[in-house]
Structure formats: structure tokens, C-alpha cells
């Protein structure tokens, strides 16, 4: 079993950054796939961020250029850096793993408003 704990989000101003977190506890295969996805008031969730336990990453057309998806494997903690941030960036954000099994966290909430 798997546990996926998110931290920081909140409210920013657009133009502004966030760093998530996603910590990863329990039984962590040697491959897998990490990602962020969010879903926003009335809409479909949407792939943001993913990373490989190669390294390799992929983003989602809305954020290209302006999120970073990166992870630390000895603290089996995936990062995404969100600079540039717009209103539209407004979601709750989920982290997910892929490995046997598919594991979900709880979600964060990021709020870009003026």
C-alpha cells in the first residue's frame, strides 16, 4: 500500500509561484510513474506534470514553460515548481502514482486571484 501526502498550496496572485509537494510512503516500487493532475470547479481532471523513476518528464500543454516537475527518490517526494501563475491555474491539485497499483493523495488547493 501507498500513501501520497500533498503540501503547499494556497492563494497567490497571478504572476506568482507555488511549490507543491507530494510524499510517498509505503511499499515504492523501482518503477513508477509520478504526476500531478487537477481538476477545477466543473471540469474534467487534467494531467499537469509526470515524471518517471527514469527521470524522464512530461508536461501538459497549458503549463509548458512555466511548471517544473522534479523529485528527490531518497525522500521519495515529487516537487512541481508553478511560476508564472494565472487564474486559470485555479484547482485542486492531485498527486498520483503509478506502479502495480494506482494511488491518489487527497489533493491541495491552489487559488491564483487578485
Known amino acids: 500500500q501507498v500513501q501520497l501526502v500533498e503540501s503547499g498550496g494556497g492563494l497567490v496572485t497571478p504572476g506568482g509561484s507555488l511549490r507543491l509537494s507530494c510524499a510517498a510512503s509505503?511499499?515504492?516500487?523501482?518503477?513508477?510513474?509520478m504526476s500531478w493532475h487537477r481538476q477545477a470547479p466543473g471540469k474534467q481532471r487534467e494531467l499537469v506534470a509526470g515524471?518517471?523513476?527514469?527521470?524522464?518528464?512530461d508536461y501538459g500543454s497549458s503549463v509548458k514553460g512555466r511548471f517544473t516537475i522534479s523529485r528527490d527518490s531518497a525522500k521519495n517526494t515529487v516537487y512541481l515548481q508553478m511560476n508564472n501563475l494565472r487564474p486559470e491555474d485555479t484547482a485542486v491539485y492531485y498527486c498520483?502514482?503509478?506502479?502495480?497499483?494506482?494511488?491518489w493523495g487527497q489533493g491541495t488547493q491552489v487559488t491564483v486571484s487578485s
Open positions: 498520483n502514482l503509478v506502479q502495480s497499483s494506482t494511488f
Open positions: 509505503g511499499t515504492i516500487s523501482t518503477t513508477y510513474v
Open positions: 515524471i518517471t523513476s527514469y527521470g524522464s518528464t
